[in-house]
C-alpha cells in the first residue's frame, strides 16, 4: 500500500509554533502537498514539496526529506483561524493522476 | 469567480434510489475527480477524468459512475444507493496532472445521506 500518516488531533497556543509531520512510503514517490480544510469547507492548497528541502510561504513553511518519506508543515504566530485540519497528500509515480491523502491532522489553536 | 461549483450542497435518499451529482469547472482544467471523505478515512477517489470524453477509475469506484461529455462538466452518478455510500463528497480540478505541482482546486462538496 501506500500509507500516509500523521498525527490526529494537535493542540497549540495563538502565537505559538506547531509542526505537523507527516510519513510516507518512499517507493514511486513524486511530490507531496499539503492543504487545509476548515470544518465543513472544502480543503485549499498551502503547498507543494517535490525536492529536499524547506518551502517557505508567509507564516507557513513546508519540509521534505524524500529519504526518510518524511514531511512536516510548520505554522509561526498561530492564529484563532489557523484551527482546522491538515491534509498531507502525496503523488506516486505509477499511480496516473492521483493523489493519496492522510487522514487529517485537527489543530485547534486556543488562547 | 466561481472556480469548482457543485450541486447539490445536502441530499437524502433512499436505499435503492438514484442521483446523480454535478460539478462544474470554469478554470479550463484538463484534469477533473471526484473524492469522497468519511471520519477517519481521509479523502478517497472514487473516479477521474483527464480529458473530456475520457474517464477512469480510483481507489473507490464501485456503486458510482461518472460522465465528462464536456471539459467543464463532470458527473457522478449512483445508480442504487446504499447506506455505505453516505458520505461527503468532493469534487477537484487541476490544470496539469498533479505530479507536476497543479494542485487540486475542490468543490465546496455535497452531503448525502443514504437511509
Known amino acids: 500500500g501506500q500509507n500516509i500518516d500523521q498525527p490526529t488531533e494537535m493542540t497549540a497556543t495563538e502565537g505559538a509554533i506547531v509542526q505537523i509531520n507527516c510519513t510516507y512510503q518512499?517507493?514511486?514517490?513524486?511530490?507531496l502537498f499539503w492543504y487545509q480544510q476548515h470544518a465543513g469547507e472544502a480543503p485549499t492548497f498551502l503547498s507543494y514539496?517535490?525536492?529536499?528541502g524547506l518551502e517557505e510561504k508567509g507564516r507557513f513553511s513546508s519540509f521534505l526529506s524524500r529519504s526518510k518519506g518524511y514531511s512536516y508543515l510548520l505554522l509561526k504566530e498561530l492564529q484563532m483561524k489557523d484551527s482546522a485540519s491538515y491534509l498531507c497528500?502525496?503523488?506516486?509515480?505509477?499511480?496516473?493522476?492521483?493523489?493519496?491523502f492522510g487522514t487529517g491532522t485537527q489543530l485547534k489553536v486556543e488562547l | 469567480n466561481a472556480g469548482v461549483t457543485q450541486t447539490p450542497k445536502f441530499r437524502v435518499l433512499k436505499t435503492g434510489q438514484s442521483m446523480t451529482l454535478l460539478c462544474a469547472q470554469d478554470?479550463?482544467?484538463?484534469?477533473m475527480y471526484w473524492y469522497r471523505q468519511d471520519p477517519g478515512m481521509g479523502l478517497r477517489l472514487i473516479h477521474y477524468?483527464?480529458?473530456?470524453?475520457?474517464?477512469a477509475k480510483g481507489e473507490v469506484p464501485d456503486g458510482y459512475n461518472v460522465s465528462r461529455l464536456k471539459k467543464q462538466n463532470f458527473l457522478l452518478g449512483l445508480e442504487s444507493a446504499a447506506p455505505s455510500q453516505t458520505s461527503v463528497y468532493f469534487c477537484?480540478?487541476?490544470?496539469?496532472?498533479?505530479?507536476?505541482?497543479?494542485?487540486?482546486?475542490f468543490g465546496n462538496g455535497t452531503r448525502l445521506t443514504v437511509t
Open positions: 478554470m479550463n482544467h484538463e484534469y
Open positions: 514539496n517535490v525536492l529536499d
Open positions: 497528500a502525496v503523488a506516486f509515480t505509477g499511480g496516473g493522476n492521483k493523489l493519496t
Open positions: 477537484a480540478s487541476s490544470y496539469l496532472r498533479t505530479a507536476n505541482n497543479s494542485p487540486l482546486h
Open positions: 518512499t517507493s514511486g514517490f513524486n511530490g
Open positions: 477524468s483527464v480529458g473530456e470524453g475520457t474517464t
